[in-house]
T-cell receptor, first 116, second 107 residues
Framework: GAVVSQHPSRVICKSGTSVKIECRSLDFQATTMFWYRQFPKQSLMLMATSNEGSKATYEQGVEKDKFLINHASLTLSTLTVTSAHPEDSSFYIC????????????FGQGTRLTVV | AQRVTQPEKLLSVFKGAPVELKCNYSYSGSPELFWYVQYSRQRLQLLLRHISRESIKGFTADLNKGETSFHLKKPFAQEEDSAMYYCALSTGNQFYFGTGTSLTVIP
C-alpha cells in the first residue's frame, strides 16, 4: 500500500517555541491530507483538511493561528504548532488519500509532541 | 453533527468468543465505510472497507443501509485482536472517524 511518512516521530520543546511536523506521501501524490490529534485513551480528532495549493479547512474549535498548516506540494504537508504550551502536548497524526475514486486513507506513524 | 457513532468505548471478550464492534453512521449520500485498527504502539492501518467485501484476519463487516450500520464481526476472537478499532466514513472529500472501541481479548 501507499506509504505516508511523518517526521519527527517524537519531539520535546520548550513552552513558547514553535514546532513543525512534516507529513510526506512517499510513493503517491496526495491532493488531500488530514491532520488529527489523539489524546491519551481518546479518539482521533480531525483538526483540519489540507488541500494542495489552497488554505486548509479547520474543524470547529481548532485555532488556525495556533496550528498552521501548509500543503505546498502534492507530497508534503506541514503542521506548525506555534507558541506551544503544555496543553498542546499530544499525539499528532496525518493521513493522505490517493484521491479520485479511491478514498482509502493512509496514515503516518504519528508524532508525539511534549511541551515542557 | 456526529457522522459516525461507535457506542462502545471499551469491549472485553474471552478468547474464542464471538465479537461484534458496533458502528452506525449518518450521511445522506452514498458513503464509503472503513474499519481501521491501531495496535499498541503502531500506526493506524486499514482493516477492511465495505466495497471490497473481503475478510481480513477473520473480520467481516456488512454495510446495512437500512439500519445505517457497518458493524465489525469476528466469530472467534484471538488475543492478538486486542487493539483500538475505528469506524470511518468517507464522503469523497473528508474522512470522519468514530470515537473508537478498545477491544480487549481475555486469554
Amino acid at each position: 500500500g501507499a506509504v505516508v511518512s511523518q517526521h519527527p516521530s517524537r519531539v520535546i520543546c520548550k513552552s513558547g517555541t514553535s514546532v513543525k511536523i512534516e507529513c510526506r506521501s512517499l510513493d503517491f501524490q496526495a491532493t488531500t491530507m488530514f491532520w488529527y490529534r489523539q489524546f491519551p485513551k481518546q479518539s482521533l480528532m480531525l483538526m483540519a483538511t489540507s488541500n494542495e495549493g489552497s488554505k486548509a479547512t479547520y474543524e470547529q474549535g481548532v485555532e488556525k493561528d495556533k496550528f498552521l498548516i501548509n500543503h505546498a506540494s502534492l507530497t508534503l504537508s506541514t503542521l506548525t504548532v506555534t507558541s506551544a504550551h503544555p496543553e498542546d502536548s499530544s499525539f499528532y497524526i496525518c493521513s493522505a488519500t490517493l484521491g479520485g475514486l479511491n478514498t482509502e486513507a493512509f496514515f503516518g506513524q504519528g508524532t508525539r509532541l511534549t511541551v515542557v | 453533527a456526529q457522522r459516525v457513532t461507535q457506542p462502545e468505548k471499551l469491549l472485553s471478550v474471552f478468547k474464542g468468543a464471538p465479537v461484534e464492534l458496533k458502528c452506525n453512521y449518518s450521511y445522506s449520500g452514498s458513503p464509503e465505510l472503513f474499519w481501521y485498527v491501531q495496535y499498541s504502539r503502531q500506526r493506524l492501518q486499514l482493516l477492511l472497507r465495505h466495497i471490497s467485501r473481503e475478510s481480513i484476519k477473520g473480520f467481516t463487516a456488512d454495510l446495512n443501509k437500512g439500519e445505517t450500520s457497518f458493524h465489525l464481526k469476528k466469530p472467534f476472537a484471538q488475543e492478538e485482536d486486542s487493539a483500538m478499532y475505528y469506524c470511518a466514513l468517507s464522503t469523497g472529500n473528508q474522512f470522519y472517524f468514530g470515537t473508537g472501541t478498545s477491544l480487549t481479548v481475555i486469554p
